[in-house]
C-alpha cells in the first residue's frame, strides 16, 4: 500500500511562501502524473498543479504564475514552492496521482495545513 506524506506548511504572513514536500513510498519514475490539491473547510477538493513523468507541468488558474510543481525522482518527492500567498490560499495541501487521468488514486495522506493570515 503506497503512502504519501506531505509536510512544509505552516503559518504565513501575505506575500510570504512556502516549499511543501511529498513524499511517496513508492517510486514515481513510472508515475504518469502527479498532482498538488488542496481543500479549504467548506469547500471542495481541488487540483491546484499537476508534473507529468516528462517533466511537464499544468496548474489551476487561480495560481498559476506564483505555484511551481517540480519532483526528484531519486527521492521519490514532489515539491510545492508557493509564493505571493494570499488568504484564499489557505487550506489542506495533499498529494495524490493525477486524477484528471481517471486512474486509480493511491489512499490519501493526511495533508499539511497552510494558512495565511496577518
Known amino acids: 500500500q503506497v503512502q504519501l506524506v506531505e509536510s512544509g506548511g505552516g503559518l504565513v504572513q501575505p506575500g510570504g511562501s512556502l516549499r511543501l514536500s511529498c513524499v511517496v513510498s513508492?517510486?514515481?519514475?513510472?508515475?504518469?502524473?502527479m498532482g498538488w490539491y488542496r481543500q479549504a473547510p467548506g469547500k471542495q477538493r481541488e487540483l491546484v498543479a499537476s508534473?507529468?513523468?516528462?517533466?511537464?507541468?499544468t496548474y489551476a488558474d487561480s495560481v498559476k504564475s506564483r505555484f511551481t510543481i517540480s519532483k526528484v525522482n531519486a527521492k521519490n518527492t514532489v515539491y510545492l514552492q508557493m509564493n505571493s500567498l494570499k488568504p484564499e490560499d489557505t487550506a489542506v495541501y495533499l498529494c495524490?496521482?493525477?486524477?484528471?487521468?481517471?486512474?486509480?488514486?493511491?489512499?490519501w495522506g493526511q495533508g499539511t495545513q497552510v494558512t495565511v493570515s496577518s
Open positions: 508534473i507529468a513523468n516528462d517533466g511537464s507541468t
Open positions: 513508492r517510486s514515481i519514475f513510472s508515475i504518469y502524473a
Open positions: 495524490n496521482r493525477d486524477w484528471n487521468y481517471k486512474i486509480s488514486l493511491f489512499n
